[in-house]
């Protein structure tokens, strides 16, 4: 009876030990799940501000290109509305110029009727005395010189201009006396566009450059042209801190699209290359490390390093030993309009 009672206490205490074994590993499981539950709660809320951080860095993203292109279009609007109001201004002041012209010269044709009818009064008048009896002679000498003075009035009514030209502006009137300046005449076949530039960079203009001319009136269209004068003298007022001296650039060939008194843009070419890669300015990113454009191969856009060289307001020259004929060139920063290639081309200076 007492060995039967030992067994059955040492099973129990057998059955007891794994009993508290197994809530131990039932604890250390429920520590696992609520360790996996903080980690999913944890990943939930990263998750969360990641999602967050990305959409308010495409929402500020997408603001901030709106608002680019609103100050584009503000831009050109405006530009718009200035080459309108430019081309308005131009018709108005020689549809008044024109009107003007033709009023002194119907009051000049008025004038020049008066005279002929006056001479031919005189005229009549000489013949009938030239008819009379002898007797009249000195009356016929009288008219003679009434003739005479007729004749020399009418002479010098009529106004011979002193150049070929176009009259642009008139100052006579009928029944005045002649006093100064009677009319402008002007070229308009040997038109030339007068720009001032700087003391600091009159040394790189010289005569005989070749200029690129374009007007607000005639849109896109691009003229050649030379530079044919140089002020030897500044035309900035006395004393002025900013000095300037008159420079003109004739045109090759006239244009009837092209008016005296527009608005005109000239370009004159102090250096130009050719046989150059150029490139959109926006297509070439400086960084620490140099200059760099990128190209597209196989899908992939590649960096290509470049040198600088000669650069205008839209282009730039480059050189490099990566750079061939035909290479596709790709805006690293997304601020040209496209893409494009690299091919050997003039390259004009300014």
């Known amino acids: 009876m007492c060995a039967s009672a030992e067994v059955s206490n040492d099973a129990i205490a057998t059955a007891w030990a794994k009993v508290e074994s197994a809530e131990k590993a039932v604890e250390t499981a429920r520590r696992a799940i609520d360790d996996a539950d903080t980690a999913v709660d944890r990943s939930k809320t990263d998750l969360e501000r990641a999602k967050k951080n990305a959409v308010d860095a495409a929402s500020d993203k997408l603001t901030s290109a709106q608002n680019s292109y609103h100050d584009a279009e503000r831009a050109y609007e405006k530009a718009l509305n200035d080459k309108t109001r ?3 201004d131009y018709v108005k002041s020689n549809q008044t110029k ?3 012209a033709q009023k002194a010269y119907d ?6 009727e008066s005279s002929e009818n006056s001479l031919k009064s005189a005229q009549n008048a000489l013949s009938q005395a030239v008819n009379k009896p002898e007797t009249q002679g000195a009356s016929v000498e009288m008219q003679e010189l009434n003739l005479e003075k007729l004749n020399n009035q009418l002479a010098e009514g009529k106004i011979i201009a002193t150049a070929d030209g176009v009259i642009t502006e008139s100052y006579a009137k009928v029944g005045a006396t002649p006093n100064g300046i009677l009319f402008v005449i002007e070229d308009t076949e040997n038109l030339y566009v007068s ?9 790189a203009i ?7 001319i374009t007007t607000d009136a005639t849109g896109d269209m691009v003229y050649s042209g030379v530079v044919s004068y140089i002020s030897p003298k500044a035309v900035s007022a006395a004393g002025s801190t900013s000095v300037e001296f008159e420079v003109r650039a004739s045109l090759h060939q006239p244009d009837a699209g092209i008016k005296i008194g527009m608005n ?6 102090t250096e130009s290359k050719s046989d150059v890669y150029a490139v959109p300015n926006p297509m070439i990113l400086t960084n620490e490390r140099g200059s760099f454009v990128y190209a597209i191969s196989d899908n992939e856009k590649q960096e290509i390093p470049v040198a ?3 650069k205008t307001a839209a282009h730039t020259e480059i050189t490099g ?3 061939y004929e035909g290479m596709l060139l790709t805006d690293p920063e997304g601020l040209a309009a496209n893409d494009g290639q690299a091919r050997r081309q003039p390259m004009p200076g300014r």
């Open 86 to 88: 430019a081309i308005d």
């Open 206 to 212: 010289s005569l005989g450059q070749e200029a690129v």
């Open 107 to 112: 009051d000049s044709q008025k004038q020049l």
């Open 308 to 310: 600088p060289g000669m």
């Open 264 to 269: 005109a843009f000239v370009n004159i070419i």
């Open 321 to 323: 030993d990566g750079l």
């Open 195 to 203: 720009v001032r530039i700087k003391e600091y960079n009159l040394s």
């Open 98 to 100: 024109l009107e003007n």
